[in-house]
């Protein structure tokens, strides 16, 4: 299965929303998208709170953009769904615990305006790999070529 992740920081910079890819199989929820995107990517962070109904989204963290629902008050992160990722968002009935993926669903994480003014994410912009992830692809892909063929 696959399935997308949007987080869009609505912090005025841009860009502000970014995807990345999620696949995964057997069942999955969209708490396990998220936090399997944050251990993949070493730039992206998140924090989460935990609670008996299942984790809150707090803060996320990704090059140069920042963003916490304890250090801004009245604003959050609100959870978005659709199949097509731009223009169907639908706020979501379930926590992000609670909300079992099909293949090809697309969640949203979006910041915000001030007094709970939940927005759906903007067209996002694929998410890339850091610098210094791209250099030790590369470095791996020398290796590979550098080796003596068997004779």
Do not use: C, K
């Not at 995964?24 to 969209?30: E, F, L, S």
Request: glycine share 8%.
């Amino acid at each position: 299965n696959q399935a997308a992740l949007v987080i869009d920081f609505n912090d005025g910079q841009t860009p502000r929303s970014y995807l990345w890819g999620y696949r995964w199989d057997g069942a999955a929820t969209g708490e396990d998208a998220l936090r399997a995107v944050v251990e993949a990517d070493i730039a992206l962070t998140a924090t989460f709170d935990v609670f008996s109904f299942g984790a809150s989204l707090n803060t996320v963290t990704y090059l140069g953009h920042s963003q916490s629902q304890n250090s801004n008050p009245g604003q959050y992160w609100s959870y978005w769904v659709t199949t097509n990722g731009h223009d169907d968002w639908v706020f979501s009935n379930f926590g992000m615990s609670d909300r079992l993926l099909a293949n090809g669903d697309v969640d949203g994480w979006a910041f915000s305006n001030p007094n709970y003014n939940g927005l759906p994410p903007t067209v996002p912009v694929a998410a890339v790999p850091e610098p210094v992830s791209l250099a030790t692809l590369s470095l791996g892909i020398l290796v590979l070529r550098r080796r003596p063929r068997p004779r």
